[in-house]
């Protein structure tokens, strides 16, 4: 059995500038949990898998394609690969988001 205890998993800083720690990587799927501050964006950006957003504190804002919803704890929301994605933390609280991607294209296995 494999348990990820989130809180100990190192913190780091993704490319584009983000806290986040990397949960579960395999050949399948990958699971992060971006840690987004109060105001912080991600711009949208297609990405060539299918994902989903699964809020664990927090709300803000997900956008999915030309869609955007208000998130808030525990709401999942689905992404169809290669369609524009973009979360936006609320101005006053953190954001704290599972992204779970799969399946994983070959391109995008060691990001």
Same mark, same amino acid.
Request: overall charge negative.
């Given at each position: 059995?494999?348990?990820?205890?989130? /809180?100990?998993?190192?913190?780091?800083?993704?490319?584009?500038?983000? =806290?986040?720690?990397?949960?579960?990587?395999?050949?399948?799927?990958?699971?992060?949990?971006?840690?987004?501050?109060?105001?912080?964006?991600?711009?949208?950006?297609?990405?060539?898998?299918?994902?989903?957003?699964?809020?664990?504190?927090?709300?803000?804002?997900?956008?999915?394609?030309?869609?955007?919803? /208000?998130? =808030?704890?525990?709401?999942?929301?689905?992404?169809?690969?290669?369609?524009? &994605?973009?979360?936006?933390? /609320?101005?006053?609280?953190?954001?704290?988001?599972?992204?779970? &991607? /799969?399946?994983?294209?070959?391109?995008?296995?060691?990001?």
């Amino acid at each position: 059995m494999e348990v990820v205890r989130m /809180s100990e998993v190192p913190v780091f800083t993704t490319p584009m500038g983000f =806290a986040a720690r990397k949960l579960l990587d395999r050949p399948s799927f990958l699971i992060m949990n971006l840690l987004l501050k109060p105001g912080e964006a991600v711009e949208k950006h297609a990405m060539p898998d299918d994902a989903f957003f699964y809020v664990v504190k927090g709300g803000g804002i997900i956008e999915i394609g030309e869609e955007q919803t /208000s998130a =808030a704890e525990t709401d999942i929301v689905f992404s169809p690969k290669n369609t524009p &994605r973009g979360l936006k933390a /609320s101005p006053h609280q953190e954001f704290h988001v599972l992204i779970v &991607r /799969s399946p994983l294209s070959a391109d995008n296995q060691n990001k």
